[in-house]
C-alpha cells in the first residue's frame, strides 16, 4: 500500500510539472487559456469525478482575468485565449477607445472596425444597430455573451449604451459551433463593466452638438469589508435628432452586484434598465434630390419627410439576470449565465413606397401607420469545463447547453386621412405640419404573436501543444417558431422546425519570432421564420467559411498585425424582394470573398497608430428564380479602409495633451437589388483632442477635458436599400466631455 500511494504521489507530481512547463511555454507567447466554464446542474451526473475533487483557492486558477473579471471569456471560445492567439480573426475595441471617441451607439464604435460596414441606414435612424459583418447582415448582437433577442421582421430590438460597456469584441466568420444562429459574417459581443473591489468613481459631463445634454455616473468598489462588490452605472441624455421635428433622449440605469459567496464560487447578480422616450426617425427618401440630380431642387441631412404630428418612437425595455462561476479545483470549473428581458415599443410614422413619388414635381405621397410591439424572453447558457494533461499537450475541454426562448406580440395599423393637403407633401419644399390626426380612421389592421424555442448542445476541445494551439468543436440545435398573424379574424399561422449540426475546426502555430499563421474552417445556422409574397416558408440559411491568416506580435510589443484571407458561401440566403420592398425572397447562393490586413504601431512611448484595409468581393452565384445572378447585395463596398493615430504629450507646456484623429473610407456599393445604379463612395475625417487637467491645478487631479468632432468637413455621403429609400450619414458633430474620477 504504501509502494503504491508513493507511485500515484509520484505520477501526480509528473502531472503537475507537465503543466508548469506547458504553462511556461505559454507564458513566452501564448496566454492561459484554461476554460473556466459549466453546462448546468444537469450534466453534473456524468462528471461525478468533478464534483469529488476538494476546492483549491480561485487565485490558482490559470484562467482568472484580472482586467475584466473572472466570468470574462473570449467571444470567439468561450475561453480566456487571446485574440491574437485565436485562429480566427477578432477585434477588440476597449473602454478607453470608446471614451476618446465618444461614441454613443454600437453603431459609431464600430466605424474603425476591418471588415465591418456600419450605419447601412444613415445617421439619422439610431433606434437600431445596423452593420453587416464581411457582408452579411448581423441583426443581432450579444451582450456579456447572450443574445440580445428581437421580434423578427419588426422594430423591436435593445440597444445597449457604450456608457456600460468595458470592450466591444467584434468576432469574424461562422461561430454556430458556440451561440447556434449565426450569420456566417460574423458577430459582435458587447462586454459589460463588472463589480470591482477597488474603489472608484467617474462623473461625466457632456454637451456638444445639436443641444446634446449628457450626464452620467459610473461608481464601483467593495461594500465595506464583506465578499461583495458593486457596480453602479447610470446615464441622461438628450439631444436633437439630425432631421427636423425630431429629438433623441435615453434614461438608463446599470447596477450589479459580485458576491464572492466563497473562494471558490462567484455569484453575479445583473440588472440593466433602459427607456427611450424619444428615438429620432424611422424613415428613408428618394435617391432623387440626394445624390441623383432633380431639377426640382435638393434634399438635405437634415430633411425630414414625416410629419411632426404623426412621429412618435419610445422604447423600454430591462435586463435581468445572473452569473454563477464555481471552481471545482484547479482544472474544473462551472459557469451559468442566465438573463430575462421584458421589452416594448410605440411607434407612430409614416412611410412612402418607390410609385409615390413623382420626380417631376416633388410630391411624395405617405402612407400613415403604428405599432405597438412587446417582447419577453429568456436566454441561458451553462458551460462544463476542465483541463485535461497528457504528456506535453493541455486539452481545454468544454461542454455546453443553451436555451432561449422568446414570445413577442406586434400590433400594426395603417389609417387614412381625410385631408388630402397630407398626401400632397412636396419633398423639396418640405412641410411636416399637414396631419390633422383627428381626422384619422382605421384602413388596416394586423396581430401578430410570435414565439421562439431553441436549444443547442455543444462540444469543443482546444489544445495547446508547445506553440501549437489546435480547437475543434461541434453543436446540435434544434429551433422552433411559431407566427400566428390575424388580419380582420382571418388567421393564418407559420411554423418553422429545424435540426442542425454546426461544427468548426482550427489550427494556429505561434512562433519564437512573433509570427503565427493559422487556418480554419467553419459552419453556420441561420433559421427563417416567415415567408416570402406569395406565403411560402423560407429554408433554413447555411454557410460555411475557409480561412487562412497571418498574425504578428514583435517581441517587443511595439506593433502587431493580422492579415486574414476567407472565403464564405451561404445557401438560401433572404434578401431585399425588388418587387415587393415589405417581403424578402430566398436565393440560392452567395459568395463572399476577400481579405482584410490591419496593423497597429506603437512608434514611440508617445505616438501610436492603427490602419486597416478590406477587400470584399460579394456575388449572387446561383440564381434561377429572381433573375439576380451574379449581382452584389446592397450595403457592401468592394473597398474600406481606415487609419487612425494619438499622440500624447509629456512634458513642456502642453504637458497632458492627447491628439488624436482618424480617416475612414467607403468606396461605392450598389443602389438597389438588381444594381442599377452606384451609391458613392465617400471619405471622412474625425479628430480628437484630451487634457488632463490636473496639468493646469493640483486641485484638478482626476478631472479629464476630451473635445471631439466627427466627420469633420461635413461631408454628405449616402446609403440605400433601393432608389426609394435612402439616407443620409451623420453630419458634422462636435462634443465637449468632461470626466472627473475619485
Known amino acids: 500500500m504504501v509502494v503504491m500511494k508513493q507511485e500515484q504521489m509520484k505520477q501526480e507530481q509528473m502531472k503537475q510539472e507537465q503543466i508548469k512547463h506547458i504553462q511556461t511555454i505559454q507564458s513566452k507567447r501564448l496566454k492561459p487559456t484554461t476554460l473556466v466554464t459549466a453546462i448546468g446542474l444537469s450534466l453534473f451526473s456524468i462528471c461525478p469525478m468533478a464534483a469529488e475533487n476538494t476546492p483549491s483557492d480561485s487565485s490558482d486558477s490559470p484562467d482568472t482575468m484580472e482586467v475584466i473579471g473572472q466570468m470574462y471569456r473570449n467571444t470567439a471560445t468561450k475561453t480566456a485565449l487571446e485574440p491574437e492567439d485565436t485562429p480566427q480573426s477578432i477585434s477588440v475595441i476597449d473602454q478607453e477607445t470608446l471614451s476618446e471617441r465618444g461614441v ?42 447572450l443574445l440580445l433577442q428581437y421580434l423578427q421582421g419588426w422594430n423591436l430590438q435593445p440597444q445597449i449604451d457604450p456608457t456600460a460597456l468595458e470592450q466591444v469584441e467584434v468576432f469574424k466568420g461562422p461561430t454556430s459551433v458556440l451561440y447556434g444562429a ?10 459589460a463593466k463588472s463589480p470591482e473591489p477597488a474603489p472608484g468613481t467617474q462623473v461625466n459631463v457632456a454637451t456638444g452638438s445639436r443641444r446634446l445634454r449628457e450626464v452620467s455616473l459610473d461608481s464601483t468598489g467593495q461594500i465595506s469589508d464583506s465578499r461583495l462588490a458593486y457596480r453602479l452605472i447610470a446615464l441622461l441624455r438628450k439631444q436633437d435628432s439630425q432631421v427636423d421635428d425630431s429629438e433623441e433622449e435615453r434614461q438608463m440605469i446599470a447596477p450589479s452586484l459580485d458576491w464572492q459567496v466563497t473562494d471558490n464560487t462567484l455569484i453575479n447578480f445583473n440588472l440593466y434598465y433602459q427607456h427611450d422616450p424619444d ?17 426640382n431642387g435638393s434634399t438635405s441631412p437634415s430633411t425630414f419627410v414625416g410629419d411632426k404630428n404623426w412621429n412618435h418612437l419610445e422604447r423600454e425595455f430591462v435586463l435581468a439576470g445572473y452569473k454563477v462561476n464555481h471552481t471545482f479545483n484547479q482544472h474544473w470549473s462551472f459557469l451559468q449565465n442566465l438573463r430575462y428581458m421584458d421589452a416594448s415599443l410605440k411607434q407612430r410614422n409614416t412611410y ?16 400613415i401607420y403604428s405599432t405597438d410591439e412587446n417582447s419577453y424572453g429568456l436566454v441561458v447558457d451553462n458551460q462544463l469545463s476542465g483541463l485535461i494533461v497528457t504528456d506535453s499537450a493541455m486539452h481545454s475541454v468544454l461542454l455546453g447547453l443553451d436555451y432561449q426562448r422568446l414570445d413577442g406580440d406586434s400590433g400594426y395599423q395603417e389609417y387614412a386621412t381625410s385631408d388630402t393637403s397630407f398626401y400632397q407633401f412636396n419633398l423639396f419644399q418640405p412641410n411636416n405640419n399637414l396631419l390633422d390626426t383627428s381626422t384619422l380612421s382605421s384602413v388596416y389592421a394586423q396581430k401578430s404573436h410570435i ?13 495547446q501543444w508547445d506553440q501549437l494551439v489546435l480547437i475543434a468543436g461541434g453543436r446540435f440545435d434544434h429551433y422552433e417558431s411559431t407566427t400566428t398573424t390575424d388580419v380582420s379574424s382571418s388567421v393564418t399561422v407559420t411554423d418553422a422546425d429545424h435540426h442542425n449540426f454546426s461544427y468548426r475546426v482550427g489550427s494556429l502555430y505561434a512562433f519564437d519570432n512573433g509570427l503565427s499563421p493559422y487556418i480554419s474552417y467553419a459552419t453556420s445556422f441561420e433559421p427563417s421564420a416567415g415567408t416570402n409574397a406569395s406565403g411560402e416558408s423560407f429554408k433554413p440559411q447555411k454557410g460555411n467559411q475557409i480561412e487562412v491568416g497571418l498574425k504578428y506580435e514583435d517581441p517587443d510589443m511595439d506593433w502587431r498585425g493580422t492579415l486574414a484571407l476567407f ?36 512608434l514611440s512611448d508617445q505616438w501610436d497608430i492603427a490602419a486597416n484595409y478590406t477587400y470584399l468581393d460579394m456575388e449572387i452565384t446561383k440564381d434561377s428564380e429572381n433573375d439576380l445572378e451574379g449581382k452584389t447585395p446592397v450595403w457592401v463596398p468592394k473597398h474600406r479602409a481606415n487609419v487612425s493615430a494619438n499622440y500624447h504629450i509629456h512634458t513642456g507646456a502642453l504637458a497632458g495633451t ?5 480617416i475612414r473610407y467607403v468606396g461605392t456599393m450598389q443602389i438597389d437589388a438588381e444594381n442599377t445604379g452606384k451609391v458613392p463612395d465617400y471619405t471622412l475625417a474625425d479628430v480628437s483632442i484630451g487634457y488632463d487637467l490636473k496639468h493646469m491645478s493640483d486641485t484638478l487631479t482626476g478631472a479629464k477635458l476630451t473635445l471631439s468632432a466627427t466627420n469633420v468637413f461635413n461631408k454628405e455621403y449616402y446609403s440605400c436599400y433601393n432608389s426609394a429609400n435612402c439616407w443620409y450619414g451623420a453630419e458634422r458633430t462636435v462634443e465637449m466631455n468632461v470626466n472627473y474620477q475619485f
Open 279 to 295: 428615438m429620432g426617425i424611422n424613415s428613408a427618401m428618394p435617391a432623387s434630390g440626394m445624390f441623383q440630380a432633380n431639377a
Open 658 to 662: 492627447r491628439l488624436g484623429g482618424g
Open 567 to 602: 472565403r464564405i458561401n451561404k445557401k438560401d440566403v433572404l434578401v431585399a424582394d425588388p418587387d415587393n420592398t415589405n417581403y424578402k425572397i430566398q436565393l440560392g447562393e452567395i459568395r463572399s470573398q476577400g481579405a482584410e490586413v490591419s496593423g497597429q504601431w506603437m
Open 104 to 145: 454613443k451607439s454600437l453603431n459609431q464604435t464600430l466605424r474603425y472596425s476591418p471588415g465591418v460596414t456600419t450605419e447601412v441606414r444613415g445617421g439619422a435612424v439610431t433606434m437600431y444597430d445596423t452593420f453587416n459583418i464581411r457582408g452579411f447582415d448581423a441583426p443581432q448582437s450579444y451582450y456579456d455573451g
Open 352 to 367: 412612402h413606397l418607390a410609385s409615390s413619388f413623382d420626380e417631376s414635381t416633388g410630391t411624395l405621397a405617405r402612407n
Open 451 to 463: 414565439s421562439i424555442r431553441q436549444t443547442g448542445l455543444y462540444a469543443q476541445d482546444q489544445v
Open 182 to 191: 449565426m450569420p456566417p459574417g460574423g458577430m459582435v459581443n458587447m462586454i
